[in-house]
């Protein structure tokens, strides 16, 4: 703007500098809301997941096919949805969700181990125990006694 100043085109300026600053205000608050909604519903399939794998946590025929059916979405979707919000496989969400709470039930001493094997979902107490050590790096008999 060069000096004199005309007074409309002054303000035609100011106000386009404005309604510039308010335009970048409304598409930040449309991005970060978008945002927080894909949270919250991330959050919710990351809930729902869980308590599916929890309820379904003794069953040995625990797979991803009845997880899909349980949350009511198909194998490719919910491996999709896994990938994407945990980034691992349904499978490796399952077996983590075991080997978590055979840990927890290992530390409470209160159970032997195989019961904690048979009452996670494993039939096979060598393969728990395999999985087991390639999961902590212990045998469940070393977590036991440490």
Not at 90 to 95: A, D, G, P, W
Not at 135 to 142: D, F, I, R, V
Request: charged share 25%.
């Amino acid at each position: 703007l060069t000096k004199p100043f005309d007074t409309p085109e002054l303000v035609i300026r100011a106000n386009g500098l404005i309604n510039n600053r308010k335009l970048i205000r409304k598409t930040i608050k449309a991005q970060l809301s978008q945002q927080i909604t894909h949270l919250d519903k991330t959050s919710q399939f990351i809930d729902k997941l869980r308590n599916e794998i929890l309820l379904q946590l003794s069953d040995p025929k625990l797979s991803v096919e009845s997880l899909s059916s349980a949350m009511a979405m198909s194998r490719h979707t919910l491996n999709r949805k896994c990938k994407s919000e945990l980034d691992k496989t349904t499978v490796q969400i399952i077996t983590e969700s075991r080997m978590q709470h055979a840990l927890s039930l290992l530390k409470l001493n209160k159970h032997s181990i195989s019961e904690i094997a048979y009452g996670i979902g494993y039939d096979s107490l060598a393969y728990f125990s395999r999985t087991f050590k390639k999961h902590y790096g212990k045998t469940p008999s070393e977590i036991r006694q440490a």
